[in-house]
Structures are given as C-alpha cells and as structure tokens.
C-alpha cells in the first residue's frame, strides 16, 4: 500500500521515481526529477543505452524481455514493493507508447505500490486507436487528413488508396501492436509512391503478427518546418496545466524514427492549443499528452495526426521552456496540489543534430539562421547534454549527437539517400 501523502519538504528525502525505457524522454525525466528533488532515478531499459546508464544521476538496470508485460509487472511489483519498506514514495513512469500502454493497461494492479501519472486504459486505448482518434476529431471539429483504414487481420482485405493521389501515407494505427510485427523493411511511417508499394507493405503487415488496421492517408502537402507539436497537461478539472507548443525545423529521417524532430523551436499557436484543449476536455483527459500537427498551406488549416498520452520523445523542449514536467505529475499526483496554469514561454531551440546537420539541412534561410543563431546564444540544447552530469555520460551523449552527421549523409544527403525516400 503507498504511504499517505508528505510533507512537500521531505520530498527529496522519500520520492524514488522509476523510469521503464531509456529514449531521450528518459533522460529529460531523469533531469526534471534530479532538478526538482535532487534524486537519482531507477531507470529499466532493454538493452544498455549508455548515454543514459552512464548518468551520475541514474541506477540503470538491464532487464531481458522488458517489454514483456508478464516480465515487467512482477518485477516492478516487488521493486515497489521494496521501495515502500524501505520508506520511499515510488512514482513510476514509461518511455514510449509500447511502455505507457503496459503501465496502463495493468495500472489496477501497479498503483498499489507506485504513483501512476497515466490515463485509464480504455481511455488510452480508445484516444490511441486512430480511427477512434479522428472520429472524435470529428465530434469537436479539429480537421485531420482524409484517411482510409485497411484491415490488417483480414485476409481477404484489399488494397484501397482512398483515391487520393500518390505519394500517400500510410502507418499502423498502433504503435505498440507494430512494435511486435516483423516486416520487411519495416519503418515507423511510410511514404507511398505508387499502389503496387502500398500493395506489397499491406500484405507484408497481413502476413505477419499485427492485427489491427493500416492507415492509407493523403499527404499533407510541405516539408518538415510545417510540422506543429504541443505538449499539454490538464488537470482533473479539464483545466490547463500547461500548453507548450512548438514548430518542427527538421525531423529525422532514419527508417525507424521518421517523424521524430531533430529540432523544434517555440511557437505559442492559439488555434492549435484551443484544438487539442477542447479534445482534453471532450474526452475527460488528465494528464500530459502530446499531438502531433501539420499546418495544410491549401487551406490554412491545422491537421491533426495523433496524439501520445504520455511526454513525447521530444518533451526535453518543454523543460527548456520553463516547465518541470516531473514536478507538475508530482504535485498533480502524490501531492494532490492545485497548480494553476504555468508559462512556458522561455526562448529555446530542441535540438538532436549538430550545426553543420542545420546548415545542410534546413533550406529556409531565416530559420536556418534563426536556428545557427541559438547555438552561438547558448539557447540551443542537445536532450542528451547537461554540464552536471559525468564526463563518460558526456561522451556517449556526443557519440549521439555526431552520429546524427552520418545519418542525414546516409538517408537525406548522400548517394543512397533516394532509396529511402
């Protein structure tokens, strides 16, 4: 049973935050909760990710089949179990929507021995659901792309375009099912050029584990600098905790992390914010979500492609912004505090990639500059990077960081860059 709630004061004295996975989210909870209590986390990872097991401020721990829910759960079980002998306050986090959606869906069982800052899982897994998602875009007039659903568990399915015109997208509508399924040349989105492509990756999906549907969608049309991102947490009363929001520069490339951004900068977009508010509010969300949005140049509409009920991968930016998103969950959560709304209005650039990426890369002249300016004023910030932290977590992070040259030479600059267009 979780002890009652503290005194805030002896917070840095009893709080234990534990983290499942160790993507660039991890090391920003790591951060926020160092920042906020001056505590080490648990971290669980898969694998050793040692820009983050190298940490000062982490107890990283390797654990086989992690993403297992029948491995995860007794061990997180009996750690919380020890945690709260041992007089601690456990508060227990994950990383990715394969983890979120685990910690949801046993959260019953979990939050009898840690704090939970996750929705109820039939609420994640209605809002997740991407047809669900956009049927409920619809209920509250948040504009989407014109999307079909093909049914991956059907064998008899065929193959339907929507007739819109190629190149399209198409995408799993879940992302933990996807996280199982092996196919060829598997990638996180795919960018469709003719229908015998989107022929040959639904079959691909039809003959493996994943069960659920394929999304074929028009392509919104422009590059990366028209994508729109918002972090956002409401409280229980449907009231915003805090809207931070942010304009795409660049986004990454690779296969398995197209549409993850490279760099973000601010943007406090009024109709975005008041969009993804009404949605929060229509379906009872509390909690911080991220939505992912494109602006559409035909129309000067801003099209909603999903949201993530947890921080995103990204969600360093709105520590960079001013807000301590561990902190918020906390006094949300154990604390039971009202917050009020909180600025997040701090001038920032997110940024994965080095300058030379950003002169190479980003083709808007003012942005790039806007961009290059922020390195040389000390407002640009690599996720991974914190001058508190060791010299040998400061080397694998650089490893991170100047790998990313390689990356964009291999999948947008370089010779073979057109076989993963």
């Not at 107890?59 to 007089?87: E, F, N, T």
């Not at 947890?310 to 949300?332: E, I, T």
Request: glycine fraction near 6%.
């Amino acid at each position: 049973m979780l002890p009652a709630a503290p005194d805030e004061r002896d917070l840095p004295r009893l709080l234990q935050p534990v983290i499942v996975g160790s993507d660039f989210s991890c090391y920003a909870f790591v951060r926020c909760f160092q920042e906020a209590y001056g505590v080490r986390s648990i971290v669980l990872g898969s694998a050793d990710v040692k820009s983050v097991s190298r940490s000062r401020f982490v107890d990283y721990r390797v654990v086989p089949d992690l993403d297992q829910a029948d491995a995860m759960v007794p061990l997180l079980m009996d750690m919380g179990a020890h945690l709260i002998d041992q007089g601690k306050i456990p508060f227990l986090v994950g990383c990715g929507d394969h983890y979120a959606r685990l910690i949801s869906q046993h959260k019953g069982t979990l939050q009898e021995r840690f704090h939970v800052p996750y929705i109820d899982f039939d609420l994640l897994d209605e809002i997740t659901q991407k047809e669900n998602f956009y049927k409920i875009c619809d209920e509250v007039g948040i504009p989407y792309p014109r999307t079909v659903f093909l049914d991956c568990a059907d064998p008899a399915a065929t193959v339907d375009d929507g007739g819109f015109s190629y190149p399209l997208i198409a995408k799993p509508s879940n992302s933990a099912a996807y996280h199982y399924a092996e196919i060829p040349d598997k990638k996180k989105v795919f960018l469709v050029h003719d229908r015998d492509e989107l022929t040959r990756i639904f079959e691909s999906l039809q003959a493996s584990t994943y069960d659920r549907s394929l999304i074929v969608q028009e392509f919104v049309p422009g590059d990366d600098t028209q994508i729109r991102i918002l972090s956002a947490y409401t409280d229980a009363q449907g009231n915003p905790v805090f809207m931070c929001g942010g304009r795409v520069i660049l986004e990454d490339h690779a296969p398995g992390a197209i549409g993850n951004p490279a760099i973000i900068i601010p943007e406090r977009n009024r109709k975005v914010m008041e969009d993804a508010l009404r949605f929060m509010r229509h379906v009872g969300y509390h909690g911080m979500a991220n939505f992912d949005v494109k602006f559409d140049e035909r129309d000067g509409s801003y099209r909603f492609f999903e949201i993530n009920t947890r921080p995103g991968r990204s969600s360093a930016f709105v520590r960079q912004a001013g807000v301590n998103f561990a902190k918020v969950m906390v006094d949300d959560l154990v604390l039971g505090k009202s917050q009020g709304e909180l600025s997040a209005d701090e001038p920032f650039v997110y940024t994965t990639v080095p300058p030379y990426v950003v002169r190479r890369s980003v083709a808007d002249d003012a942005l790039r500059t806007q961009v290059l300016g922020a390195f040389r004023d000390g407002t640009a910030a690599f996720p991974l990077y914190w001058k508190r932290d060791s010299a040998v977590q400061h080397f694998w992070a650089s490893l991170t960081y100047y790998h990313q040259i390689s990356k964009f030479k291999k999948y947008v600059w370089g010779p073979e860059a057109k076989n993963y267009a």
